[in-house]
């Protein structure tokens, strides 16, 4: 017999019960450990995911700001639909999913209870279109075309349609106002994409699903102001997705309003103008090609002188904005960029580039005045001017003698600037300049005239132009011998020559390259825009401006008002002394030089009115008229692909615009009343207490009421030659002919 | 030693009122109170516990926030009151009525395999009364196996015959634990055979039974289980469900899912918690189970790493304390029944936390005193009752 210990336990059974304790009390230190591990060192994490799993975001859309002219008047704005929704939430806590209700609202709406159930469905991998791409906790709209009779029946039986909202909802519109159009300026909207949410997801301003972004124009380049910022209401929901609370809620914030100094009047103008120069251009026959003039193309610019604003900008081919809203059709996006398209969408006042023709010779002028070269200075206006065996001829042969710098500007005389141009080509060392010689005066003024480069326009993807110099000849030969050395041959067809001589010296400044380019022809390259920004500062004194459409910022709530600032971008690198003369010459080529046939009777006396006319040689095409004009307060450059000469193509539209503006009649009186804006417009429209702003009505069409008004203007006619110019003593023109056309190249126009 | 055990008989005269209850030998100062504070505290914690976990669940609560808090609190009262009345006849009593005890719990456990009995969460082991009422008579069964097997085990060496229980002994005691595991097993409920499994092994070990029988148990269990994988007996989705602690996605729409959404709702409590019915993941239901198996959870989530310490705490004073019952008590008898509650309670904690907290196999085992639940809240309060009767009847003096 064993010893029992008084307690019952053998020694073996104490171990083991020690054993037991241990093991107990490690399993709960085991548990200890671990709740520790999940909750303190892993707590933020698992919050996170928490916070995931119960909280879904509806998203109340920011209402987009409007974009106003500088009236007021709405060039787009919202415009209110009645849009039946159904919440999948309140649909899903009936009894059979909300089937009953839906069938019901198909035949509020008379739609088929299908269709309206697919709509509400939810995509996945196995359900085809249609159905819901979105958070599903967001209202589904079902239709945005809804009567105010069916919202209403909907509304007023609440209780019969559990979960079916009839609101009315903002969807972008381009109002269009007084038949204006504006459509490339404006831009348009599209949804965001994928790529987008994700890039600026970590931002500060990131986007939403249902977000609509601004793809091009001011709708895109003010995207930011005028999205405003969705609001998004967070809810609580519990594992079957029914909402059981209300999170943190941001409160939707509209987007500001735009206020542009474009006026709407005299934008439908311009665009109208525009339009019916091309229309009539058509009508026009060629003789060099032998047949009617295509204008394919246009633009525009109406800018203010002294502030760089633009007043209107239209460009041609153009497109009604409006195919955008709620989704453009595939046939009608094909219509808009596809090949075969005749590019629409292109804002051609900023992104069609061509030679400028004559209207470079202010360039030319000023240019040659920083070489040294005398203002009164007489320089010859021969006929022809010979370099080498080759001609370069003035237009019609014409002579003028021993002229002024101003002179020659006035009657476009091409032989001066090649005179000047030659003497500098060789002053710089002619074809194989010494290293650091060449001083380049043409050049670098167009450099200085801001050509080459954006203007900085608040537009995007403005395009540059070009200015020919050295280093892109250089850089362009480097691009493209290879091609050229293949293709030239010596005694080839005209393409197959051109090709051999740049394959041979293409990286050179050639004295051909350097004639032609003084007078705007050649490789050099201006946008509209370009040219604005030069006329306008030669109007005011020498400022170039970085363009400007956008005026002020005006927030929603009417309280914050962000003007935007005209920007300087430079000085004409011209005198006041130089820039007076050409004042004087390019009024001369309105009451006596290239444009005069077209401005008979203009009261220049009380309106001073300034032009040059251009036109572009294209190679293979027509040739690009140019006409570049201002007064004191506005510059209006108005250009047309294969239409023929500037003034003939574009110079009764340019004096409608003009006349639209200050109210110029027929007979060349003035009525003040029917000016649209005789003096550019300062201030902005007026906000009301409410954050709404104050517009004028527009009714009518401005454009027809100036075509009214010009009725008996003797030079309405339709002829494109001034063959029968009024004033025949000057029967000059800014075109010419050359024998070769060396270097020219196909231009986009 | 007479079959009352309520009062001490024989000892100094008969003392009235407070200062009977107070006196040094009297029963009220040989009750073991931290460990019915902390199983007190406990099933307080939990009623708090259930009722946040379900006062929004209007599909299962009758459409009445209380509906689980009164029942929890009636539970609780009528598991005190079994306590009471267990302490009241005491172990020794029960000693005798073992078998009847056993027989009957066996007899429940058949009947649940009856019509009689009901299915829930796939496992049939509910009878289910009407007006509502049901119990799981398995739950009783690990109180008769521990007693059953205390009896037999205890007899000879209590009597003094033996040292330690002989191999036929053991064979017995064993014997007379399989035949219930075997009908849970049909049930089939797999966490109450492993709790009884793990009582099994608790009990054995103070019984001081030979080493051999330990780890002849323990070896078989492994290569059980070893068989039971590599045989293919199970369906591979079965192993996957099981595995799932682990691995959440080898089954994420069932058991990966609750595993996931607990260790959210656990994790996201922090060190203070979201406050009591202020958890997200508890108000929103995304645990299932929430007031019975994962009931860890809600205190997670609402009272965080501080308020779900406390209960682990609060388990570890009842073992603790019940281990130094089994150590204290004078007859082997006693020892084997608190250890066998000490392995059943400690198995029990261990896997339902442990689940929860993604470090066990999920199992349908309730927390003892937090789960909602009546069968579960009378067996361990029976069993508070019993290791309280321990506690009080060791010899006065030694």
Partial sequence: ?749 | MTGNSFSVSGYGPARAGWTRILARDSLARRLDWPMLFAATALSLIGSLLVYSATRNRTEINQGDPYYFLIRHLMNLGIGLALMVGTLWLGHRALRNAVPVLYGTSLLGVLLVLTPLGATINGSRNWIVFGGGFSLQPAEFVKITIILGMAMILAARVDAGDKPYPDHRTVLQSLGLATVPILIVLLMPDLGTVLAMVAIILGVLLASGASNRWIFGLLTTGVIGCVAIWQLHILDEYQINRFAAFANPDLDPAGVGYNTNQARIAIGSGGLTGAGLFHGSQTTGQFVPEQQTDFVFTVAGEELGFLGAGLIILLLGVILWRACRIARDSTELYGTIVAAGIVAWFAFQAFENIGMTLGIMPVTGLPLPFVSYGGSSMFAVWVAIGLLQSIKVQRPMSA
């Fill in chain 1, 1 to 749: 017999m064993t010893n029992i210990p008084e307690t019952g336990r053998t020694p073996r059974v104490q171990t083991r019960l020690v054993v037991i304790q241990i093991l107990v009390l490690s399993l709960l230190g085991t548990l200890g450990g671990r709740l520790w591990y999940l909750q303190i060192r892993e707590g933020a994490e698992y919050q996170k995911e928490a916070s995931g799993n119960h909280v879904q975001q509806v998203v109340d859309p920011a209402v987009r700001g409007d974009i106003l002219d500088a009236r007021g008047v709405p060039l787009a704005d919202n415009e209110t639909r009645l849009v039946v929704s159904a919440s999948r939430t309140d649909l899903l806590k009936q009894k059979d999913d909300g089937k009953a209700v839906l069938a019901k609202l198909a035949g509020v709406l008379g739609m088929k209870p299908e269709e309206v159930s697919q709509k509400v469905r939810l995509c996945d991998a196995k359900t085809p279109q249609p159905c819901w791409n979105g958070s599903p906790y967001q209202p589904i709209p079902i239709t945005d075309e809804a009567t105010p009779k069916q919202a209403l029946q909907i509304r007023e039986r609440a209780e019969d349609f559990p979960g079916i909202t009839a609101e009315p909802e903002a969807v972008r519109r381009y109002a269009g106002p007084g038949k204006s159009n504006t459509a490339q300026v404006l831009g348009y909207l599209s949804p965001v994409t994928d790529d987008e949410i994700q890039k600026a997801k970590d931002t500060d301003s990131p986007y939403l699903r249902s977000d609509m972004v601004g793809r091009s124009g001011l709708e895109r380049r003010y995207d930011r102001v005028l999205r405003g910022k969705a609001g998004v209401t967070r809810y609580e929901v519990d594992n079957l997705g029914r909402v059981i609370g209300k999170a943190k809620s941001d409160a939707a914030e509209s987007g500001s309003n735009l206020v542009t100094s474009i006026d709407s009047r005299v934008q439908r103008v311009a665009e109208y103008e525009l339009d019916k120069a091309m229309k009539k251009a058509r009508q026009q026959f060629d003789k060099i090609t032998g047949e009617n003039y295509k204008a394919d193309s246009g633009a525009v610019v109406v800018m203010e002188a002294k502030t760089g604003r633009i007043v209107a900008m239209a460009s041609a081919p153009t497109y009604d904005p409006n195919v955008w809203v709620g989704g453009i059709s595939g046939k009608d996006y094909k219509a808009l960029t596809g090949k075969d398209s005749d590019y629409p969408l292109l804002n051609r006042a900023i992104q069609g580039q061509a030679a400028p023709g004559s209207t470079f010779k202010v360039v030319s002028t000023a240019a040659a005045v920083q070489a040294g070269y005398e203002w009164d200075g007489g320089y010859p206006c021969t006929s022809s001017y010979s370099v080498g065996g080759q001609v370069f001829k003035n237009f019609e042969g014409e002579s003028f003698g021993p002229i002024s710098l101003g002179r020659a500007l006035e009657v476009s005389c091409d032989t001066v600037f090649y005179g000047l141009a030659d003497r500098e080509w060789k002053k710089d060392g002619g074809i194989n300049p010494k290293k650091g010689q060449p001083k380049d005066y043409f050049f670098k003024t167009a450099h200085q005239f801001g050509l080459g480069k954006e203007t900085g326009v608040d537009l995007p993807n403005e395009v540059t132009g070009r200015v020919p110099d050295r280093q892109w000849k250089l850089d362009y030969w480097k691009a493209n011998k290879d091609a050229w050395c293949k293709s030239g041959k010596k005694d080839g067809s005209y393409v197959e020559k051109i090709a051999y001589e740049n394959c041979l010296e293409g990286n050179k400044m050639r004295e051909g390259d350097e004639i032609n380019y003084s007078i705007g022809q050649g490789d050099t390259l201006v946008t509209p825009i370009q040219e604005a920004v030069i006329y306008g500062a030669v109007a005011n004194g020498g400022t170039m401006y970085h363009p400007t459409i956008g005026k002020a910022v005006i927030s929603a709530d009417g309280k914050t008002v962000t003007p935007i600032k005209p920007r300087k971008s430079g000085k004409l690198p011209v005198s006041q002394a130089t820039l007076k003369g050409m004042n004087d010459a390019f009024a001369g080529v309105i009451t006596r030089g290239t444009a005069a046939w077209k401005f008979g009777g203009w009261p220049q006396d009380k309106i001073a009115l300034h032009a040059k006319t251009g036109t572009a040689e294209v190679y293979g095409k027509q040739t690009t008229g140019w006409l570049a004009t201002y007064t004191k307060d506005y510059s209006v450059i108005m250009t047309i692909a294969q239409a023929g000469t500037g003034s003939g193509s574009s110079g009764e539209a340019v004096r409608n615009i003009y006349s639209a503006l200050y109210g110029v009649q027929g007979d060349g009186s003035i009525d003040n009343k029917k000016a649209l804006l005789p003096e550019p417009q300062k201030g902005l429209p007026k906000v009301r207490t409410d954050g709404t702003i104050a517009a004028p009505k527009v009714t009518g069409d401005p454009a027809k009421d100036v075509e009214a008004s010009q009725q008996d203007n003797p030079t309405n006619d339709d002829t494109q030659q001034p063959a029968t110019s009024p004033s025949p003593s000057t029967g000059n023109s800014n075109t010419r002919r050359r024998p070769r056309r060396r270097g020219s190249r196909r231009m986009p126009t």
